[in-house]
């Protein structure tokens, strides 16, 4: 019998001293309520009144090659013996900027922080000091962290918050943002190079920089339309403004190359986190040399009491070198499995004429209830939210772990096998029927 309530308990006791009794906004909207972990080997989860789960949830992401890969548990061991921070340069973080460098299309040299928040916040500052404009342009529906200046325009709860297509509305995400940042942020509609061309055209003076998820990966799975990512770099080339890929998700995800790599268009600067640092909290970014520069002369303050500390470095080393090995013939295995779960899901719902669309790859995908393509967050409104509540907690009481909100995301990892993809299909089965309304 499926249990919870040690989850329950344990809930009410964080509560007393946790704010919300967890750790992130995100974690606290989790229904009926947050299930407490207490394991994970592999491609499996276990929490702590002992069920188990296939994870297609992965840590949201950084787990690419499962959880306690050996590799990256034996790095990170050695490391510990050797010392966890030092505050001042290490051989490991050498090793780790060359794989990157060899890796990612547009880094011509690496920095480092913690977090993929910080990365970007990092990029933009670069951005305007070597275009010396303030201006950024960002998408709807794209997320570049919760900091004030970007957490703008992510997920508007309705559609009269957010103004007409071509015009979009800039909207602050959080009570407590203070409204002086929209100033410096020009919003505009994903998958639409015409306002793109004619916005940055006539604001070109004060754009330092097109900020963009290569891929949309937070508002389902949205990938870019045809020649669109090429469309972005001939106007940022055009009109003297800087291209930034936000990468955080992408990175090592997608391709070992990153989306960057996948689609053979190169940006300025890019970001890059979760999956190149396997679960440990290393995020980097990197561009032209030219740009990257200010750094090494000291003219742009970049600073970080844990930027590339000698344990996060060594968890990213080993996860960047495993993925590496053979030129990346792991992508090949995960976008096969990732793509026969995908082919699975879509053919039991149309059997049960439930509406789902997959969008995706097989390394990463997103499952919203909705007939048609989605190409930008607009589109996303007409989805069918009321299922996919449902779906999730059918699959999770039967033991599979994906996404708790409906951007409706599942991950792929290098320990995910046939059998685990076989049996969540199984269970497909059982529960597509209880959609079909």
Not at 269 to 288: D, E, H, N, Q, V
Not at 411 to 416: E, F, P, Q
Not at 425 to 434: Q, T, W, Y
Request: hydrophobic content about 40%; charged content about 20%.
């Amino acid at each position: 019998m499926f249990t919870t309530e040690r989850s329950k308990a344990m809930l009410e006791e964080s509560r007393r001293y946790l704010a919300g009794g967890v750790g992130s906004h995100v974690r606290a909207g989790v229904q009926p309520y947050p299930i407490f972990m207490d394991h994970g080997q592999g491609s499996h989860v276990f929490d702590v009144d002992g069920n188990e789960y296939i994870d297609y949830l992965l840590a949201y992401g950084p787990l690419i090659l499962g959880h306690c890969p050996r590799a990256v548990v034996e790095a990170v061991g050695d490391q510990l013996e050797r010392g966890t921070a030092f505050g001042t340069p290490h051989a490991v973080e050498i090793e780790l900027s060359k794989l990157i460098c060899s890796q990612m299309p547009a880094v011509e040299l690496v920095r480092y922080n913690s977090t993929g928040s910080e990365a970007v916040q990092s990029v933009l500052r670069l951005a305007r000091a070597y275009t010396g404009k303030n201006k950024i342009v960002k998408f709807e529906g794209h997320y570049h962290g919760c900091l004030d200046n970007v957490y703008i325009s992510h997920l508007p709860e309705a559609q009269s918050m957010i103004g007409l297509e071509n015009a979009p509305w800039a909207v602050l995400g959080s009570p407590g943002q203070s409204p002086s940042v929209l100033q410096d942020v020009i919003v505009l509609p994903w998958n639409n190079l015409d306002i793109v061309d004619k916005t940055v055209r006539q604001c070109k003076h004060e754009i330092a920089a097109i900020l963009t998820e290569p891929v949309m990966s937070n508002c389902g799975v949205i990938p870019p339309n045809p020649g669109y990512l090429e469309g972005l770099r001939q106007i940022a080339t055009d009109n003297d403004v800087l291209l930034i890929f936000d990468e955080v998700i992408t990175a090592f995800r997608i391709d070992l190359h990153g989306a960057q790599g996948y689609y053979g268009v190169t940006p300025d600067l890019c970001t890059m986190a979760k999956a190149m640092g396997g679960g440990y909290p290393i995020s980097a970014f990197g561009g032209k040399q030219e740009i990257m520069q200010l750094l090494a002369d000291r003219k742009v303050v970049h600073d970080g009491t844990y930027n590339s500390n000698g344990l996060v470095c060594a968890a990213a080393l080993a996860t960047l070198s495993e993925l590496s090995r053979d030129n990346g013939a792991v992508y090949a295995r995960m976008r096969a499995l990732g793509t026969k779960l995908m082919n699975g899901l879509a053919e039991i719902a149309a059997r049960n004429g439930v509406p789902l669309r997959i969008q995706g790859f097989g390394t990463f995908f997103g499952t919203v209830f909705i007939d048609r393509p989605i190409t930008n967050f607009r589109q996303s409104f007409f989805q069918d939210k009321g299922r996919y509540p449902i779906f999730r907690r059918e699959l999770f009481s039967r033991g599979v772990q994906i996404f708790a909100s409906d951007k409706g995301l599942w991950y792929l990892s290098a320990a995910h096998t046939d059998a685990d993809i076989d049996h969540t299909l199984e269970i497909v089965e059982e529960v597509m029927p209880k959609l079909s309304i």
